[in-house]
């Protein structure tokens, strides 16, 4: 038997009922992953593996620098060959870590290739999966067509002109391509010279001059408005912990024209400026309908060295222990007193809050919509096996798992889809081992459309999207 087979993951014969008949056909929303949109607009063929797999992929480059491997072959001016044959000598290293499951699954999707990776079996399979890649369904349009993604979600900083999702929209592709509002940049008031450089940027962008706090509100205002008539439903902040302090209006203005001036933010100052424009981010999304997404705890460039030499995102990233609990209860309060509290999914990064999380959910909740704010899925260091099945398990104790809105790639890499599948099978195992115990019942009329919503139908009525 090959190693990626039609029962993989799936431990039981109740999972894989559950799995082949509720849950593999089912279409892809994905609405939430860094994808380059210009990639889409231009429908770009890859010349070959290392340009689709390897060319951006942080967890990769992370895994090989646990190998050994030299960074000029992680990142640096190797030919893509060369990094192509040191991440297959890696892979057999990261036995028990989820690239090895994600490594097969990816060959054998998207190729068809059911050898398993290495040194001695590299150069065929670079052979193969490169001829592969000159097939008319090879394009990055022709791969959402062919994993059935009916839309998937772009993320975006507000000065950018959505030229290519303009593009995308303007051609007819099937697959709907939206924007995701992720003004991050607008909160770094520590940083004047980088926050000056930003906002001059938004006042291009959104074609005004912007000489006060509240110009500069209205241009982000502005910003919103476009993404909005460009399809976007959902904005995006990542942050280490949500603000618990928010600064009035006439004292955010004080902070942002000292930055304006050069003066950098204190700590505290940056803290009550992010309260201040996270509460009015929050109005503007509820206003519209719109879905807050809030990535919490992650612990960002750590390694100076690599970051000053090559920049962010090149996996030297980790998990923060920031305290969340009181701050994430503080800002959605706010926003829930105020009567602008949006649609909200809340994502982790350290599992020692997944009860914090999956308990906070249940604080904000309303009568009018199902499931209105919801406990994300596995994220990042978490989007693997036992981390997706602890995010479950917390939600399903504390909450409701039925009106879970379910996976999303959260990549960089066009090759990332099958982590869809990844998760259904994952899925499907958890409630199927449920089922042979006897802790749920075996019937596929209550339990099929549980999954079947998890996976597609859940996420496509909450977010409110036009689906191709």
């Keep these: 038997m090959t190693f990626i087979h039609d029962h993989f993951l799936l431990q039981t014969e109740s999972a894989r009922r559950l799995y082949h008949r509720h849950a593999a056909d089912q279409p892809i929303l994905d609405y939430h992953n860094h994808l380059p949109p210009a990639d889409i607009a231009g429908d770009r063929r890859f010349a070959n593996l290392f340009e689709i797999w ?53 060959l054998k999707r998207y190729f068809g290739i059911d050898r398993l990776l290495d040194e001695s079996t590299a150069p065929g399979i670079w052979e193969e999966a490169n001829a592969a890649l000159a097939g008319s369904d090879m394009t990055t349009r022709g791969i959402l067509e062919r994993f059935d993604v009916r839309a998937l979600c ?20 099937a697959v709907k391509v939206y924007p995701t509002f992720r003004p991050d940049k607008a909160l770094n008031v520590h940083d004047p010279a980088g926050f000056n450089a930003w906002t001059e940027k938004l006042a291009a962008a959104a074609d005004r001059d912007i000489g006060s706090f509240a110009a500069f509100k209205d241009a982000l205002r502005a910003r919103h408005d476009f993404f909005h008539a460009c399809g976007g439903r959902l904005s995006d902040h990542g942050l280490d912990r949500c603000p618990a302090v928010f600064a009035t209006d006439a004292e955010a203005a004080a902070i942002f024209d000292r930055a304006r001036n050069g003066q950098a933010a204190s700590a505290e100052e940056r803290e009550a400026f992010t309260g201040h424009l996270m509460h009015y981010f ?25 970051f000053r030499s090559i920049g962010p995102d090149i996996g030297c990233d980790s998990i923060g222990d920031y305290p969340q609990g009181r701050a ?19 994502y982790n990064n350290n599992p020692n809050d997944n009860y914090i999380f999956a308990t906070m959910i249940g604080n904000f909740q309303s009568g009018d919509l199902a499931g209105k704010v919801q406990f994300g899925s596995g994220w990042w260091f978490l989007d693997q096996k036992e981390g997706m099945e602890w995010q479950m398990n917390a939600l399903s104790n504390c909450g409701l798992l039925s009106r879970f809105v379910g996976m999303l790639t959260d990549s960089r890499s066009f090759m990332s889809f099958p982590r869809h599948e990844y998760f259904r099978r994952t899925l499907c195992n958890l409630i199927g081992r449920d089922v042979e115990d006897g802790l749920i019942p075996d019937e596929d009329g209550l339990v099929g459309p549980m999954i079947e919503n998890i996976c597609y139908g859940n996420a496509r009525d909450f977010l409110g999207l036009e689906l191709g």
């Excluded at 893509?80 to 699954?105: G, I, Q, S």
């Excluded at 030229?163 to 303007?170: D, E, K, P």
């Excluded at 109005?283 to 460039?301: F, I, P, S, V, Y």
């Design 154 to 173: 772009t993320t975006d900083d507000p000065t950018d002109d959505l030229s290519h999702h303009r593009a995308v929209a303007a051609s007819g592709f």
């Design 54 to 106: 390897l060319e951006g992929d942080h967890y990769k480059w992370r895994a090989m620098r646990c190998n050994g491997t030299p960074e000029r072959l992680c990142t640096g001016d190797a030919d893509p060959y060369e990094k192509f044959l040191a991440f297959a000598r890696t892979v057999p290293h990261t036995l028990r870590n989820p690239l090895y499951h994600w490594t097969h699954l990816e």
């Design 282 to 306: 929050g109005e503007l999304d509820a206003e519209k309908g719109w879905t807050k997404q809030l990535h919490l705890g992650a612990m960002r460039n750590n390694n100076t060295r690599l």
């Design 328 to 346: 994430l209860s503080a800002y959605l309060g706010r926003l829930d007193e105020a009567g602008s509290l949006p649609k909200t999914i809340l």
